[in-house]
């Protein structure tokens, strides 16, 4: 089948519907587009039905008051799994890649395609990712974009207010810092600032003068107090632009809600993206990302608002796949990670940690995760490049496991040419050869983060897979809203409270079994900022 919507939710209409069978195409007329023999043929789950890209179908079908029903293929899903790094994955595209003689793009295309990427998909070993983890969730991604979250329009309006002052504040303080006026939002204006007037040391240079972009302002940081003042007003001004002025049209006049798009075939590594807004972009552990996440509140109907967080997913996946053993007891003990590796780096005993080491200790912790340089760590931690490599030097020393892990999956990507998930997610990483230093370890890097983020990802996808249907099957009002990154978001009402939250716990903590244990961090509360 393929076919076109138009609109915004919860109110979408069909525009157009075509279906293909045994090399006849079928064309709906415009008249025929909302009878009942149509909604009951979609229904039907006895025909089964290959659709690309079906989540605004499964949209509008909701919006109807029933449910489609029997999709069994997904050409454009299958795509992705296979290259996940194109952009293009509408039907024309991937005609004129996968078959020789396409036929522009229509439904009979995309009944040749299906084999064809099945079988492609079987070669690598995507199968069961596709069919079991990529292929339902698209079901359960569109009930949560129809759902919709709740926006409280005097806390945004509150919020983007105090922003704006901030912004303000932050502009006149660079001003003030700099000893003249002048245009902050001009990097050559800046670069003038910084480099000529205020003789910092100069990092890198353009066609048009210096630059000074955050590469360059990261290595600069602690030269001048315009620095953090300058990096904190791009910050806040690009979230007051991008996020919060954009909040106002997305809020729904009829629910008061706002409808994200989440995107499962946007990203390299598995995780899903969204759009319209982008809920990841949301700071984490910051003052001005807990203000955001004020003006989130529950919608009529609904008490609280719910968050399940799992706790240092990554850690635990990179424990477990590198099998590094004092890292598995770590966790299997409930230790604390950071205080423990701070233990092991700087060779004290776990109850003489000070909290300076512990900090020191995380930031090593999840550098590591991304294959972090001694530069680049000794950059984050504000210490001499020989002193970062000392720490790395003696992690590794002690994590034996994890660095055999890390030369492992160098090697594999050299030799195979990608890097895989503990579910079979591959990235194809061509870079891995290249002369230019620069791309190379670019391309190391993500070969050791990738299968520990890509697995972190399919791992909430699992779970939201199970709660979706947990949550069914007790048939409870409480509905999961939002997924950002390792936290899902849920909407709670009080008297379903301690039964929705042993559901929810129950199958993040068991939508895989690793070496170590999962643990999901659970908090309800009147706003998604109390719920953190």
Known sequence: LMYETEGLLPHLTLTSLSGAHDHKVYVWDKALLNDANMLALLCDGAIKKIVPNPKELYKFMQGKGVSLQGVIGDPSLAAYLYEPGETHYDVKS????????????????????????????????????????????????????????????????????????????????????????????????????????????????????????????????????????????????????????????????????????????????????????????????????????????????????????????????????????????????????????????FGVPIEDVTPFMRSKAKTVNFGIIYGISDFGLGRQLGVPRSEAAQYIDSYFARYTGVKEYMEGEKKKAREMGYVETLFGRRRYLPDIHAKNFNRRSFAERTAINTPIQGTAADIIKIAMLHVAKELKEAGVKSRVLLQVHDELVLEVVEEEKDKVSAIVKNAMERAVTLKVPLVADIAFGKTWADAK
């Open 94 to 345: 991937l005609a004129e890649t996968y078959l020789p003689a396409s036929c522009g793009g229509t439904a009979q295309d995309v009944e040749a395609l299906m084999p064809v990427l099945e079988g492609l998909m079987a070669e690598r070993g995507l199968t069961e990712l596709y069919r079991d983890i990529e292929l339902p969730l698209t079901k359960v991604l569109a009930n949560m974009e129809v759902n919709g979250i709740t926006l409280d329009k005097g806390m945004l309006d509150e919020v983007t207010k105090s922003m704006t002052k901030q912004v303000a504040d932050l502009e006149q303080k660079a001003k003030e810092e700099a000893g003249e006026d002048f245009n902050v939002n001009s990097p050559k204006q800046l670069g003038v600032i910084l480099f000529e007037k205020l003789g910092l040391p100069i990092i890198k240079k353009t066609k048009s003068g210096y630059s000074t972009d955050v590469s360059v302002l990261e290595q600069l940081q602690g030269e001048h107090p315009i620095i953090e003042t300058i990096m904190e007003y791009r910050t806040l001004s690009k979230l007051l632009s991008t996020y919060l002025v954009a909040l106002h049209p997305l809020i729904n006049p009829n629910t008061g809600r706002i409808h994200t798009h989440f995107n499962q075939m946007a990203t390299v590594t598995g995780r899903l993206s969204s759009t319209d807004p982008n809920l990841q972009n949301i700071p984490t552990r910051t003052e001005v990302g807990k203000q955001m996440r004020r003006m989130f509140v529950p919608g009529k109907g609904y008490d609280l608002l719910m968050s399940c967080d799992y706790s240092q997913v990554e850690l635990r996946v990179m424990a477990s796949i590198a099998g590094d053993e004092r890292l598995i007891d770590a966790f299997r003990h409930g230790q604390d990670i950071h205080s423990r590796t701070a233990s092991e780096i």
